[in-house]
């Protein structure tokens, strides 16, 4: 039996909660922080008029990837990179059952999409405006990387980055905007063993 999110006194289906990477601890939570403001800064010097800024951005997706969010992961995983504690979209789910929680020949065709597009935070990053410390840092990224699970046909129809451009306070007071956007089952999220 699934379980189905409450409703608001409005009559509006509540959302699930984003999935979060956890917090270490705040001395590593600091220091790998700081790790990536370097790579962040190390980044900016090459930010040129006659270059194109998606080498930089790339260099820093990846840091934000294996520095941050990678070892944050709440396990257990599925394939080491999708938590099960994240919410799964019935699509992701289904294709989980369908393989008995073994890998499928071709990849799990799945996505860890972040609801507040992650090229937004990579580009206030190397922007450098809002963070210059590592404790800013750190609560930044805490704040503003929130996840779920989904297959890549349902990423495909999550409106496009241009379409995504929204001020952080329009994602921080509905995380799910993009998917109500499109349209997708968001009382139907739910943990992958639920």
């Known amino acids: 039996m699934q379980r189905r999110p409450a409703r608001s006194r409005h009559g509006t289906v ?4 984003p999935g979060r990477p956890v917090a270490l601890g705040g001395f590593v939570d600091r220091e790998d922080a700081g790790a990536l403001l370097a790579v962040a ?3 900016r010097t090459t930010l040129r008029a006659d270059r194109p ?14 520095i941050w969010e990678g070892p944050r992961l709440p396990h257990p995983l599925v394939a080491s990179k999708y938590p099960k504690s994240y919410p799964w979209s019935p699509g992701a789910r289904a294709v989980y059952a369908e393989h ?3 890998r499928p020949d071709g990849g799990w065709g799945l996505v860890i999409e972040h609801l507040h597009p992650r090229e937004f935070l990579v580009a206030e990053l190397l922007d450098g405006t809002e963070v210059a410390e590592n404790g800013r840092a750190a609560e930044l990224l805490g704040e503003r990387l929130m996840a779920a ?14 379409q995504s451009a929204r001020p952080w306070r329009e994602y921080a007071s509905d995380p799910w905007l993009r998917y109500r956007a499109a349209g997708l089952p968001l009382e139907e999220f739910g ?3 639920y």
């Open 149 to 162: 699970v989904v297959t890549r046909q349902e990423d495909r129809q999550l409106p496009t980055r241009r």
């Open 53 to 66: 800024r998606s080498g930089p951005a790339r260099v820093l997706r990846e840091a934000l990837w294996f």
């Open 14 to 17: 509540n959302a699930p909660t």
């Open 41 to 43: 800064k190390a980044c």
């Open 100 to 102: 008995s929680g073994k």
């Open 191 to 193: 943990p992958l063993d």
